[in-house]
């Protein structure tokens, strides 16, 4: 699978982020939005292999709108249990290289080598988080955790009412 090269993902980045902000502005309803959200990011960028957007709900993480090749049986991680659970407890981005070297990964599809997790925010609280899983080993970078730390800032009014 090729990456796009350094030099060019800031102008991809800035180019997805325009096209999320109008499709959320069009979108019908705030899931509709959050679905947009993860077909664009798909369309975009080919390293993307899976992604999926969780949402807290009270201590576990639930699964909202997703795509990829296949689904997965995690639709419920709680809190503190995986990678997700990880990310959602400290509040920091996980870039994870190699998933099976991983002692907190959950294993979901056969073809995942690595992943990265990103925390969406209201104000201090984690209130959900962006799920990426890649075919490729260290398929993600800190210019990937940049860019989806924007996306979950564009992601977090898309959070679905109690
Ligand atoms: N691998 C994740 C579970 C979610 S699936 O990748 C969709 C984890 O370790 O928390």
Redesign the pocket.
């Known amino acids: 699978m090729s990456h796009p090269v350094a030099e060019e993902r800031p102008a991809a980045h800035g180019d997805a982020l325009n096209g999320l902000r109008t499709a959320i502005a069009e979108a019908p309803d705030p899931a509709a939005a959050a679905q947009r959200v993860v077909d664009l990011l798909h369309d975009r960028f080919a390293h993307y292999d ?1 992604i ?1 957007i969780y949402w807290v709900d009270g201590t576990d993480l639930v699964l909202g709108p997703w795509i990829g090749p296949e689904a ?1 049986e ?1 639709t419920r ?1 709680p809190i503190g ?5 990880a990310a959602a407890e400290s509040g920091r981005t996980e870039i994870v290289a190699d ?1 099976h070297a991983d002692p ?6 056969a073809s ?1 080598k690595s ?1 990265i ?1 990103v925390p969406i925010f209201d104000g201090g609280d984690v209130i959900g988080e962006i ?1 990426v ?1 890649g075919s490729d080993l260290g398929a993600f970078d800190e210019m990937d955790a940049r860019f989806l730390e924007e996306v979950a800032a564009l992601v977090a009014p898309l959070r679905p009412r109690a």
């Open positions: 899976w999926g997965t995690h991680i249990t995986g990678v997700c659970g998933v907190r990964y959950l294993a979901c599809f995942t992943e997790v799920d899983d």
